[in-house]
Antibody, heavy 120, light 110 residues
């Protein structure tokens, strides 16, 4: 069974930085796009960013451009999200998700999420 | 990148069918057959229920079906059951290779 486990969430002050990690297992990690999706408390899902199989192509939503960077380490089967200049509106549960061409580029497996709280 | 539009809530009695709509534009829903649907129970991660408009992943009940006409996609749950009570989100691939979710629909089983 595909496993995705996020870590690195926590409380950070506005303007601060945080790096999220996602450990993948039970599938051929280097063969898949990967994404980050977030969900603010009591709100809907928001797609944040995605990265292609070898890390050469990255895409992100406008609201995080210039502040968040998605990256991956295929040797470690790991995905990362470097978040800088954090704002209160970035407070959310952040999910790591696998993206497959067979599922029409939709995230098909998700981790349980890690909570990021931005507050002074 | 505006969110796709869904009704805030839909309800139905056990055994009845319900349909959730998802309206986008020609740059997302209408432009690609890459619409997917997710079910999310409180405190849980989303679960993929439908992909590529009408395909069900292995293990998803055949009571769930998807369709699309123009810029609007739909999810139908036939034979509503208590365990179907959850939030449902549509999503779509977009131009520029981005991705967008719907606003979400709370399904209540009466």
């Amino acid at each position: 069974e595909v496993q995705l486990v996020e870590s690195g969430g926590g409380l950070v002050q506005p303007g601060g930085s945080l790096t999220l990690s996602c450990a993948a297992s039970e599938f051929t990690y280097r063969a898949y796009y990967m994404s980050w999706v977030r969900q603010a408390p009591g709100k809907g899902l928001e797609w944040v960013a995605k990265i292609n199989e070898d890390g050469s192509q990255k895409y992100s939503v406008d609201s995080v451009k210039g502040r968040f960077t998605i990256s991956r380490d295929n040797a470690m089967d790991s995905l990362y999200l470097q978040m800088n200049n954090l704002r209160a509106e970035d407070t959310a549960v952040y999910y790591c998700a696998r993206v497959g061409s067979t599922s029409g580029w939709a995230p098909d497996y998700w981790g349980r999420g890690t909570l990021v709280s931005v507050s002074s | 990148q505006s969110a796709l539009t869904q009704p805030a809530s839909v309800s139905g009695s056990p055994g009845q069918p319900i349909t959730i709509s998802c309206t986008g534009t020609s740059s997302d829903v209408g432009g690609y057959n890459y619409v997917s649907w997710y079910q999310q129970h409180p405190g849980k991660a989303p679960k993929l229920m439908i992909y590529k408009v009408s395909n069900r992943p292995s293990g998803v009940s055949d009571r769930f079906s998807g369709s699309k006409s123009g810029n609007t996609a739909s999810l139908t749950i036939s034979g509503l059951q208590a365990e179907d009570e959850a939030d449902y989100y549509c999503s779509s691939h977009t131009s520029s290779s981005l991705f967008v979710f719907g606003t979400g629909t709370k399904v209540t089983v009466l």
